[in-house]
């Protein structure tokens, strides 16, 4: 069976700081693979998505960016972090177009 | 036109009631409208969904009632359990490439013994 790993669960950044964030699947090859961010009491915001290795689409104007540098990995990233970056991070996948998304457990990120 | 509304934001039943939370959109291309239920400091799991060529889908105590003509959708959660609190999201997305989902601003229920 299919399952997505996210890490850390939290992290605590201070402003400017990098940041790092990985999202693997296992059990599928060639997913469709999704970075939301979910501020809290409000729903989800797609921020990139992936249908194959290095091939990346942003959504939305932002301090992060996202890489795919093997199949069934996900990473989102950044130079340097802002106060607005706080929030709830998941990662999803689907198998196909035609197929739900699943999520991660997600990463909450703290800045200060 | 990419917006999906959802309301209310907050929804308080009894045990054995009714759950109702509504949702509208605006893009009539959109084809895809699941249900996710997301306890916290868990990820959003896929509730149910439906494509807009059926007007109703069932599973277990979980129905949607979906109004293609009024771009409106409906979770019905019936005989509801302490259990079921949790929030829920609504999403929709169009055919393409990827299926982009865009979600509402979820609904936090709270079913009391």
């Known amino acids: 069976s299919q399952t997505i790993h996210q890490w850390p669960a939290t992290l605590v950044q201070p402003v400017g700081s990098p940041l790092s964030l990985e999202c693997t699947v296992e059990g599928t090859s060639n997913p469709n693979l999704y970075w939301y961010r979910q501020a809290a009491g409000r729903g989800l915001q797609l921020l990139f998505y992936s249908v194959g290795i290095g091939q990346i689409s942003s959504e939305v104007p932002q301090n992060l960016s996202a890489s795919r540098p093997q199949d069934r990995q996900f990473i989102l990233s950044s130079k340097k972090l802002l106060l607005s970056d706080s929030g709830f991070y998941l990662c999803?996948?689907?198998?196909?177009?035609?197929?739900?998304?699943?999520f991660g457990d997600g990463t909450r990120l703290s800045i200060l | 036109q990419q917006q999906v509304k959802q309301s209310p934001q907050s929804l308080i039943v009894q045990k054995g009631g009714i759950s109702i939370i509504n949702c509208a959109y605006e893009?009539?291309?959109?084809?895809?409208f699941p249900w996710y239920q997301q306890f916290p400091g868990k990820g959003p799991a896929l509730l149910i969904a439906?494509?807009?060529?059926?007007s109703e889908k069932k599973e277990g105590r979980f129905t949607i009632s979906f109004n293609k003509s009024a771009k409106q959708f409906s979770l019905h959660i019936m005989d509801s359990q302490p259990g079921d609190s949790a929030t829920y999201f609504c999403a929709a997305s169009l055919s393409g490439s990827a299926r982009q989902l865009t979600f509402g601003s979820g609904t936090q229920l709270t079913v009391l013994p």
């Open positions: 999803a996948w689907s198998v196909s177009v035609d197929q739900p998304q699943h």
């Open positions: 893009n009539t291309a959109f084809d895809y």
């Open positions: 439906i494509r807009p060529d059926v």
